[in-house]
C-alpha cells in the first residue's frame, strides 16, 4: 500500500470531510485506502505513508495512540511525526507557544488532583463566565461553561475534573455567539483555504453551524495564524490553526490542530488535490 489514511473503527470509510482525499490521491496513479489505526491485522512496514486523519478515539486512549504512533513511526513514514502528535494530544502545547509569544486565551491551569477558588478568580479577572476544560480533550469533551453568578458550582467541578487530569480554566468568550471561529488550513507550511464556523448555540461551547469557507482579509489574522506555524519550528504536512476574537476585540489562538483534526476538504474543490500533491511527495 502506498498511503494508509488513518480513521478509527467507528468511522471506517472516512469524515464526509476528509473523503475526497481518496480519490485525489488514487488519480496520481497511488494506492491509498482507509486503515483503522489500531487494526492489529495492519502491517504498518508495509505501507509506504501513513497519514493521520480521523483517528477520533484518541484522546480517549492517549497513552495508547501515543506510543502506537512512536511504533509504526519507526515502521514507516508518519505524519504527522510521532513527536509532534505527543505534543499536540495535551494541551500544554499552549503554554508553550504562549511562551514563545503567540496570545492565547488567557488561561490558568490546575494540576491533577490541584484545586482553584473560581470565585476569586473571577473577581481577580474580572471574568463574567468561565469554561472548564480537561488538558486532554476534544469535541468539547467534559468541557463547561459557568456564569460568574455560579462560582461555586464551577469550583466543585473544577476540583471533580482535576481529581481526574490536568485542568484549563479560560474566559468564556461572547464573540463565540456573534462570530464563532476561523479556522486556517496550511498543508507543509502553506495557506491551502480558510473555514468561518458560524456560531448556532449560545450556551454550548463550540456549537457551530456547519462550516464556510472564506477568504482571508483580516492580514494581522493571517499574520497570527502564520506565526503560530513558525512558533512550532517545522513544516509539518496538515496544520489547522483556530482563532477567535477575545472579549476585548483581539484575535487570539485557540488551537492548533495537528493530530487528527477535520480539515474541511470537501468545502474547497481543490483543497484534496492539494494534500495529495503534498502527501505524494513523501511516499
Not at 472516512?14 to 496513479?29: M, V
Not at 480558510?194 to 492580514?219: H, I, M, N, Y
Request: glycine content about 6%.
Amino acid at each position: 500500500m502506498d498511503v494508509a489514511v488513518l480513521t478509527y473503527s467507528g468511522l471506517p470509510q472516512l469524515d464526509a470531510y476528509d473523503a475526497p482525499l481518496l480519490p485525489a490521491l488514487r488519480d496520481l496513479g497511488l494506492d491509498a485506502r482507509p486503515v483503522v489505526w489500531d487494526d492489529p491485522t495492519v502491517d504498518f512496514a508495509t505501507v509506504r505513508v501513513a497519514v493521520v486523519r480521523n483517528t477520533w478515539d484518541s484522546h480517549l486512549r492517549r497513552n495508547t495512540f501515543v506510543a502506537w504512533a512512536t511504533k509504526v513511526g519507526r515502521l514507516t513514514r508518519l505524519y504527522n511525526p510521532a513527536d509532534v502528535l505527543r505534543w499536540n494530544t495535551h494541551k500544554d502545547y499552549l503554554r508553550t507557544l504562549e511562551g514563545k509569544g503567540i496570545p492565547i486565551t488567557p488561561t490558568v491551569w490546575v494540576e491533577k488532583g490541584g484545586s482553584l477558588d473560581l470565585d476569586a478568580l473571577v473577581r481577580e479577572r474580572g471574568w463574567d463566565s468561565v469554561v472548564l476544560k480537561p488538558a486532554v480533550s476534544a469535541g468539547a469533551l467534559k468541557t463547561h461553561i459557568f456564569p460568574r453568578s455560579e462560582a461555586g458550582a464551577a469550583t466543585a467541578r473544577a476540583t471533580e475534573l482535576a481529581a481526574e487530569c490536568e485542568l484549563l480554566v479560560q474566559p468564556y468568550l461572547t464573540t463565540f455567539e456573534t462570530e464563532g471561529e476561523r479556522s486556517y488550513i496550511f498543508f507543509d507550511g502553506v495557506l491551502s483555504h480558510a473555514v468561518r464556523r458560524p456560531p448556532t448555540l449560545k450556551s454550548a461551547p463550540r456549537g457551530f453551524a456547519d462550516p464556510v469557507t472564506f477568504t482571508p482579509e483580516d492580514r494581522e489574522e493571517l499574520a497570527l495564524a502564520e506565526r503560530v506555524l513558525d512558533a512550532m519550528g517545522s513544516t509539518l504536512l496538515y496544520a489547522r490553526v483556530d482563532v477567535a476574537t477575545d472579549n476585548e476585540g483581539r484575535a487570539r489562538l485557540q488551537e492548533v490542530e495537528v493530530t487528527e483534526p477535520s480539515l474541511f476538504l470537501s468545502l474547497d474543490p481543490r483543497a484534496p488535490g492539494r494534500l495529495a500533491r503534498a502527501i505524494a511527495a513523501k511516499v
